[in-house]
C-alpha cells in the first residue's frame, strides 16, 4: 500500500485549535471563502458568506466568553446541495428547480449544526437529483478530482462536491446523501473518509429525496473521528469519540461473489494487502459467499431497481412537464425508464427486501463485512462526457458494491487504503447491519488508525 497524499484537515483538530486559541473563528471563515474563491468554481453551487459571517462572529464572542455552543463551535461545514437552507432555493444539483420557493426552515440537521455552533459555509454541487455514481454535472460543472496524473478525473457522485472540497481542505466537513452509495464512492474515489448512516441515524427533515426508502445520510472528513464527531451533532447528541475496538477482538466476513469481478489489479492488490494487515494485527477473517448478493442480482434482473419508481414518483410531475427538457438528458431518461416497471415489480421487490435484510441480518450477526468501497479507481472525466454508454457501463460498475449495502441497510464506513498505478486512490469499506453504528464506527477507528500506519 502507498500514501495517499491530502490536503483535507480534520475537523478533532480545528475544534482543539479553536479551544486553546490559536484559530478565531472569524479569520478562519475568511480564509475558508478566500480558499474557496481560489479554487476549482464546479465545487460549490452557492456560498452562504452572510450567513457564515455573521455565525463566525457570534461563535467569536462565545468563545470570547468562555461559553462555545459545544468543542465544535466555529467548525465550518458545507452541505450538498439537497439540505434546505433557510432563505435559498435547493436545487439538487439541476437548473429546472430554481423557480421553486426557497426553503422557510433550515433542515433538521442544517439546524443541529448550528445549534452546535457550526459555521454554513455553503451547499456542495451533485449529481442532479443524486441519480448517479459518477458525479458529472452539465448545469453547475463538474468537480475536478484532486488526485492523481495526467487528464482530469471524476470525482464520484452523487455527492461529487462533498468528496472534492473535504479532499482539497476547502471544509473539514462536508455532509451528504447516499441512496446507492453517494458519500462512500466520492470518499474512496477521492481518498478522504466516508460515513454512511443506517436509514434511522439521521433526521431526514428538509432534505430532497431521491428514494425515500433507499436514502440514507452522514459526513465526509478528513479522519474518522471528525465523522464520528460531526455524525452526533447532526443528530442532536453531544460529542463522544467511542473507545476503538481491539483488531484482535473483530470479526470480518469477505464476500467472494460479485464484489471482485471486473475490479482493477490495484484495488485487488490494495485490499488484500489490508486483509493481510488485519490479520497479522490478530482479526478474525473469513471469505464466502454471500447467497444475499447473488438474490439481489437476480432480483433487478427480473423485476428492476427500486430507486427507479420511487424516484419517478418524487420527480412525477416535473419530468411529465415542459421543463423536462432542462434536466440532464442521461438523468432523466434513468428515471423515465422506471415507468416500464409494473406494480408487481414493485411489490415483489419491497417483499423481497424485507425478506433479505432479515436472512442477512441472522447470517452475519455481528461479523464486519469487508470488501473494496469501489471496483475501479476514478477514470478519466472527458470520455465519459462524449460517450452515453460508457457513462452507463462505468455508472452501474461504480455503484455495485455500494449499492448492495443501501439494499440490505447496512451502515458503512470507506477508508482510503492507498493509491493505483497513476496515483488515484483506492479504499475498503466496511459494512454492518442495520443499527450497529456504534459498533461499526468503534471497529472502524482501530482499522484507520492500522491502515494509516501502513500508509505512513
Same mark, same amino acid.
Given at each position: 500500500?502507498?500514501?495517499?497524499?491530502?490536503? %483535507?484537515?480534520?475537523?478533532?483538530?480545528?475544534?482543539?485549535?479553536?479551544?486553546?486559541?490559536?484559530?478565531?473563528?472569524?479569520?478562519?471563515?475568511?480564509?475558508?471563502?478566500?480558499?474557496?474563491?481560489?479554487?476549482?468554481?464546479?465545487?460549490?453551487?452557492?456560498?452562504?458568506?452572510?450567513?457564515?459571517?455573521?455565525?463566525?462572529?457570534?461563535?467569536?464572542?462565545?468563545?470570547?466568553?468562555?461559553?462555545?455552543?459545544?468543542?465544535?463551535?466555529?467548525?465550518?461545514?458545507?452541505?450538498?446541495?439537497?439540505?434546505?437552507?433557510?432563505?435559498?432555493?435547493?436545487?439538487?444539483?439541476?437548473?429546472?428547480?430554481?423557480?421553486?420557493?426557497?426553503?422557510?426552515?433550515?433542515?433538521?440537521?442544517?439546524?443541529?449544526?448550528?445549534?452546535?455552533?457550526?459555521? %454554513?459555509?455553503?451547499?456542495?454541487?451533485?449529481?442532479?437529483?443524486?441519480?448517479?455514481?459518477?458525479?458529472?454535472?452539465?448545469?453547475?460543472?463538474?468537480?475536478?478530482?484532486?488526485?492523481?496524473?495526467?487528464?482530469?478525473?471524476?470525482?464520484?457522485?452523487? %455527492?461529487?462536491?462533498?468528496?472534492?472540497?473535504?479532499?482539497?481542505?476547502?471544509?473539514?466537513?462536508?455532509?451528504?446523501?447516499?441512496?446507492?452509495?453517494?458519500?462512500?464512492?466520492?470518499?474512496?474515489?477521492?481518498?478522504?473518509?466516508?460515513?454512511?448512516?443506517?436509514?434511522?441515524?439521521?433526521?431526514?427533515?428538509?432534505?430532497?429525496?431521491?428514494?425515500?426508502?433507499?436514502?440514507?445520510?452522514?459526513?465526509?472528513?478528513?479522519?474518522?473521528?471528525?465523522?464520528?464527531?460531526?455524525?452526533?451533532?447532526?443528530?442532536?447528541?453531544?460529542?463522544?469519540?467511542?473507545?476503538?475496538?481491539?483488531?484482535?477482538?473483530?470479526?470480518?466476513?469477505?464476500?467472494?461473489?460479485?464484489?471482485?469481478?471486473?475490479?482493477?489489479?490495484?484495488?485487488?492488490?490494495?485490499?488484500?494487502?489490508?486483509?493481510?494487515?488485519?490479520?497479522?494485527?490478530?482479526?478474525?477473517?473469513?471469505?464466502?459467499?454471500?447467497?444475499?448478493?447473488?438474490?439481489?442480482?437476480?432480483?433487478?434482473?427480473?423485476?428492476?431497481?427500486?430507486?427507479?419508481?420511487?424516484?419517478?414518483?418524487?420527480?412525477?410531475?416535473?419530468?411529465?412537464?415542459?421543463?423536462?427538457?432542462?434536466?440532464?438528458?442521461?438523468?432523466?431518461?434513468?428515471?423515465?425508464?422506471?415507468?416500464?416497471?409494473?406494480?408487481?415489480?414493485?411489490?415483489?421487490?419491497?417483499?423481497?427486501?424485507?425478506?433479505?435484510?432479515?436472512?442477512?441480518?441472522?447470517?452475519?450477526?455481528?461479523?464486519?463485512?469487508?470488501?473494496?468501497?469501489?471496483?475501479?479507481?476514478?477514470?478519466?472525466?472527458?470520455?465519459?462526457?462524449?460517450?452515453?454508454?460508457?457513462?452507463?457501463?462505468?455508472?452501474?460498475?461504480?455503484?455495485?458494491?455500494?449499492?448492495?449495502?443501501?439494499?440490505?441497510?447496512?451502515?458503512?464506513?470507506?477508508?482510503?487504503?492507498?493509491?493505483?498505478?497513476?496515483?488515484?486512490?483506492?479504499?475498503?469499506?466496511?459494512?454492518?447491519?442495520?443499527?450497529?453504528?456504534?459498533?461499526?464506527?468503534?471497529?472502524?477507528? %482501530?482499522?484507520?488508525?492500522?491502515?494509516?500506519?501502513?500508509?505512513?
Amino acid at each position: 500500500m502507498s500514501k495517499i497524499t491530502k490536503e %483535507s484537515v480534520s475537523a478533532v483538530d480545528m475544534a482543539a485549535r479553536l479551544e486553546e486559541g490559536s484559530l478565531c473563528p472569524v479569520e478562519l471563515i475568511e480564509e475558508t471563502f478566500a480558499n474557496i474563491r481560489s479554487s476549482d468554481p464546479a465545487i460549490f453551487t452557492e456560498l452562504l458568506e452572510e450567513r457564515a459571517l455573521k455565525e463566525a462572529h457570534a461563535s467569536k464572542q462565545r468563545r470570547h466568553e468562555g461559553k462555545p455552543l459545544s468543542p465544535w463551535d466555529g467548525i465550518p461545514i458545507a452541505w450538498k446541495d439537497l439540505f434546505d437552507i433557510k432563505g435559498r432555493v435547493t436545487t439538487a444539483g439541476s437548473v429546472v428547480l430554481k423557480s421553486n420557493a426557497p426553503a422557510t426552515h433550515d433542515a433538521n440537521m442544517v439546524a443541529n449544526a448550528t445549534q452546535a455552533g457550526l459555521v %454554513s459555509i455553503g451547499c456542495l454541487n451533485m449529481t442532479e437529483f443524486a441519480y448517479s455514481g459518477l458525479g458529472l454535472n452539465p448545469h453547475f460543472g463538474t468537480p475536478k478530482n484532486p488526485h492523481g496524473t495526467g487528464p482530469e478525473r471524476i470525482p464520484g457522485g452523487s %455527492s461529487s462536491g462533498c468528496g472534492v472540497a473535504v479532499a482539497r481542505g476547502l471544509v473539514p466537513l462536508a455532509i451528504g446523501s447516499d441512496t446507492g452509495g453517494s458519500i462512500r464512492i466520492p470518499a474512496g474515489l477521492n481518498g478522504i473518509v466516508g460515513y454512511k448512516g443506517s436509514s434511522v441515524a439521521f433526521p431526514t427533515g428538509g432534505t430532497l429525496p431521491l428514494s425515500p426508502t433507499l436514502d440514507t445520510f452522514g459526513p465526509l472528513a478528513a479522519d474518522l473521528k471528525s465523522c464520528i464527531g460531526a455524525a452526533q451533532i447532526l443528530s442532536g447528541r453531544a460529542i463522544v469519540i467511542p473507545k476503538p475496538t481491539p483488531i484482535n477482538q473483530l470479526k470480518f466476513f469477505i464476500p467472494n461473489n460479485v464484489v471482485f469481478k471486473n475490479a482493477q489489479d490495484a484495488v485487488i492488490q490494495n485490499f488484500e494487502a489490508s486483509v493481510r494487515a488485519l490479520e497479522q494485527t490478530g482479526a478474525t477473517v473469513t471469505r464466502g459467499v454471500c447467497s444475499e448478493f447473488d438474490e439481489i442480482g437476480a432480483l433487478a434482473r427480473e423485476h428492476g431497481y427500486l430507486v427507479g419508481p420511487e424516484a419517478l414518483d418524487v420527480h412525477w410531475d416535473l419530468v411529465h412537464s415542459a421543463d423536462a427538457e432542462q434536466i440532464d438528458p442521461r438523468i432523466l431518461t434513468r428515471i423515465l425508464d422506471a415507468g416500464d416497471m409494473s406494480a408487481r415489480d414493485l411489490l415483489v421487490i419491497q417483499r423481497e427486501r424485507a425478506r433479505l435484510i432479515e436472512k442477512n441480518r441472522q447470517n452475519l450477526d455481528k461479523q464486519i463485512v469487508l470488501f473494496p468501497t469501489t471496483p475501479i479507481t476514478a477514470p478519466e472525466l472527458k470520455p465519459l462526457e462524449e460517450d452515453d454508454d460508457l457513462y452507463l457501463r462505468t455508472n452501474k460498475l461504480m455503484l455495485r458494491n455500494t449499492a448492495l449495502g443501501n439494499f440490505l441497510d447496512w451502515c458503512g464506513v470507506a477508508l482510503p487504503n492507498g493509491i493505483d498505478e497513476n496515483q488515484m486512490p483506492t479504499s475498503i469499506l466496511l459494512s454492518m447491519t442495520s443499527g450497529r453504528d456504534s459498533d461499526l464506527l468503534a471497529a472502524a477507528l %482501530s482499522v484507520e488508525n492500522m491502515l494509516s500506519q501502513n500508509l505512513s
